[in-house]
C-alpha cells in the first residue's frame, strides 16, 4: 500500500473515532438532560402584602419518592400557598422547611414521584467539565436548559461571612431559573438561587444534602 493511502487511512480512521465518541457524548448527554427534566417543577407562590398579593415564579427539584421539592427560600418564604407543576401533576401546597441561611426551602406535594435527583458530590467535580442546569423562565413548565462550563476563573466557592458557600459559573440564568437543579452529567450539584448576566451562584449540593437530613430527622 502506498504511503498516501496509507496517510488517508489513518485520517479516516481518526475522524470516524472523533465522530463516534461526538455522537456518543450528545446521545449520554439527552439522556442526562432528559433525567433532569424529569425531575423538574414549576414553583408559583402567592404571598400576602399590604396592597393584596405578590407573585413568586421559580423552580423546584424532586428530591424524594414521598413529595420532597427543593427549591430556593426567596422563591416561596411567606407565601400563603404555592402552587407546584410538573411533567403530570399540580397540586397545592405549603412551605414544609427554611434554610434562611443558604436560601434553600423544601415544599412537600401529596404525590408520588418515580423518580426524583440524585444527589452528587463537589469533589467529583473537575475543571472544564460540563453542567447544566434546568429551570421555568417563561412560568410553565418548560424545562429551558442553561449550559456552561466549570473553568478556573468560573468556579469558585466563594466564603461569605453570613451565607456560607455559593459555586458560580458562566451563565445568564433569567428569572424563573432560581431554584432549580443544577447537573453534572445525572448528578445534582447544586441549587441556583440567583444569576446575572457576567455569573449564575448556586447552593452546593452539600447544603442540599443537610437540608433533607434536617428534615428528615425531624
Known amino acids: 500500500m502506498k504511503k498516501a493511502h496509507v496517510e488517508i487511512l489513518l485520517w479516516g480512521l481518526f475522524l470516524f473515532g472523533v465522530l463516534f465518541v461526538n455522537e456518543n457524548y450528545i446521545h449520554k448527554d439527552r439522556q442526562y438532560i432528559k433525567s433532569a427534566i424529569e425531575n423538574n417543577v414549576v414553583i408559583e407562590a402567592v404571598v400576602p402584602t399590604v396592597f393584596g398579593k405578590a407573585y413568586s415564579i421559580g423552580s423546584g427539584v424532586k428530591a424524594s419518592n414521598w413529595g420532597l421539592i427543593v427549591t430556593a427560600k426567596h422563591c416561596v418564604e411567606g407565601a400563603s400557598y404555592i402552587k407546584v407543576t410538573g ?21 412537600v406535594v401529596p404525590k408520588y414521584f418515580d423518580s426524583y435527583a440524585t444527589l452528587g458530590c463537589l469533589n467529583d467535580i473537575s475543571m472544564g467539565d460540563r453542567i447544566f442546569a434546568v429551570g421555568n423562565p417563561s412560568g410553565i413548565w418548560d ?47 447544586g441549587i441556583l438561587v440567583s444569576g446575572t448576566k457576567d455569573a449564575t451562584f448556586v447552593v452546593p449540593v452539600e447544603y442540599v444534602r443537610s437540608l433533607l437530613e434536617e428534615y428528615n430527622a425531624r
Do not use: M
Not at 466557592?157 to 443544577?182: C, H, M, Q
Open 87 to 107: 411533567k403530570d401533576f399540580t397540586c397545592y401546597t405549603n412551605v414544609w422547611y427554611l434554610d434562611k441561611q443558604h436560601d434553600l426551602a423544601i415544599v
Open 143 to 189: 424545562n429551558s436548559v442553561l449550559k456552561g462550563r466549570i473553568y478556573d476563573d468560573h468556579f469558585e466557592r466563594l466564603a461569605l461571612s453570613e451565607t456560607g458557600y455559593f459555586i458560580f459559573f458562566k451563565a445568564d440564568a433569567k428569572p424563573g431559573y432560581s431554584g432549580g437543579g443544577v447537573y453534572n452529567k445525572d448528578k445534582l450539584i
